[in-house]
Nanobody, 121 residues
Framework: QVQLVESGGGLVQAGSSLRLSCAAS????????MGWHRQAPGKQRELIAN???????SYTDDLEGRFAVSRDSATNTLYLQMNSLKLEDTAVYYC???????????????WGQGTQVTVSS
């Protein structure tokens, strides 16, 4: 069973930084693209950043420059460094991973349970 466990969320003031982590229960060589998503109150979940198994990262236009996504194959962990946090960054943040099945070599998408980030003024 593949598990993704997020951590690092919390309550911070505007302008602060946070680093979110997403620990995978499988090795990175089975994981293709990993992503960070967020869901603000009353809004749909949205993809904000992803990173491929070759290290290529992409972001939504308004977050590039403030957020940075990375992955560590030594610890099987995905990270999201968030700087200059704004009130509108308040949301539940989720990670996702495309994991290759041992049985049919197809990729399935798994999700973490989410971690709350609250930015106050």
């Amino acid at each position: 069973q593949v598990q993704l466990v997020e951590s690092g969320g919390g309550l911070v003031q505007a302008g602060s930084s946070l680093r979110l982590s997403c620990a995978a229960s499988v090795t990175m060589n089975r994981i293709r693209t990993m992503g960070w998503h967020r869901q603000a109150p009353g809004k749909q979940r949205e993809l904000i950043a992803n990173i491929t198994n070759t290290g290529s990262a992409s972001y939504t236009d308004d977050l590039e420059g403030r957020f940075a996504v990375s992955r560590d194959s030594a610890t099987n962990t995905l990270y999201l460094q968030m700087n200059s946090l704004k009130l509108e960054d308040t949301a539940v943040y989720y990670c996702s991973a495309e994991v290759r099945s041992y049985f049919n070599y197809q990729y399935d998408t798994y999700w973490g349970q989410g971690t709350q980030v609250t930015v106050s003024s």
